[in-house]
């Protein structure tokens, strides 16, 4: 483990597979096939890996506001999180995905959201795993329930009005983190309008690791963020609040703790200008 335990290694996982201490969570998904990320889990996946899938378990249902990914059901997905083991406080989470990222950092953020710190992501993601030789299974884990009570850490999260009334302030910085097609305004391929909130600036989520998935260096990440390190606030959000945590935890890892998500995101923010 490294980077302050956020990141696991494939040869770290591969000797921890057995460890009841720790518990792996396939939270791969494409926008695209909902359907896709729970098929191929279930036709292979890392040795004692759950699954929690985006739109099912990591959110709820789309409303007039609240944007394309609404927080899920607190309750519900403690439930979920009970089933496949994890005890709060106690249990490490591993997440992985094979999206760079993209939806197992959601799954980090809101167990972190929820109270539970004890959570890291695979290096590399499924490919990384597969690549390095290690051993995949379509056998369904079965382990024994875990007891998981949230605690949630509210201030994690801001809604519409906080971010209006906070983007312009003096010391805070709004961070946009789709691609900068997106940023700009030129393209557009999900919402309604395009653009971005006024005053934000634009830090695409991809680049937080490289093209295999691997996560870029603790000293990469901390120039990343280097003309944001002083801001007294740093509120980040994407399209629906879903890569964003990708974001977030690059803040982590470069020693800025304490960001906030707009867990609406762009998606949210739109509903309010139509």
């Given amino acids: 483990m490294n980077d302050r335990n956020l990141i696991v290694s494939a040869e770290w996982l591969a000797a921890n597979t057995e460890n009841p201490q720790v518990i792996i969570i396939d939270c791969r998904f494409s926008l695209a096939d909902p359907e896709l990320g729970q098929k191929q889990y279930q036709e292979s996946h890392i040795p004692g890996a759950g699954y929690l899938d985006l739109n099912q378990d990591l959110a709820s249902a789309v409303g007039d506001r609240g944007g394309r990914h609404p927080l899920p059901n607190i309750a519900e997905l403690a439930a979920k999180l009970s089933a496949i083991g994890i005890n709060s406080g106690e249990t490490l989470v591993v997440a992985y995905d094979d999206s760079r990222l993209a939806f197992a950092a959601r799954l980090w953020w809101l167990l972190r959201y929820m109270g539970h710190g004890k959570v890291a992501l695979l290096d590399g993601g499924f490919s990384g795993w597969k690549a390095a030789g290690y051993p995949v299974t379509s056998s369904l884990p079965d382990r024994p329930d875990g007891k998981f009570v949230p605690e949630l850490q509210r201030d ?97 890892i470069a020693g800025i703790p304490d960001a906030k998500l707009y867990v609406g995101s762009w998606s949210d923010w739109c509903s309010y200008q139509l």
């Avoid at 490289?210 to 990469?220: F, M, N, P, Q």
């Fill in 156 to 252: 994690m999260a801001v809604e519409f009005e906080a971010v209006k009334e906070r983007k312009d302030l003096p010391d805070r910085v709004l961070v946009d983190s789709r691609e900068s097609e997106r940023y700009a305004g030129l393209r557009e391929p999900i919402d309604p309008i395009a653009g971005h909130i006024p005053g934000a600036v634009n830090y695409p989520w991809q680049e937080v690791t490289d093209e295999t998935g691997k996560v870029r260096s603790a000293s990469e990440q901390k120039q990343r963020w280097t003309e944001l390190g002083k801001a007294e606030e740093i509120i980040v959000y994407c399209g629906s609040g879903v890569t964003a945590c990708v974001n977030l935890l690059s803040l982590e």
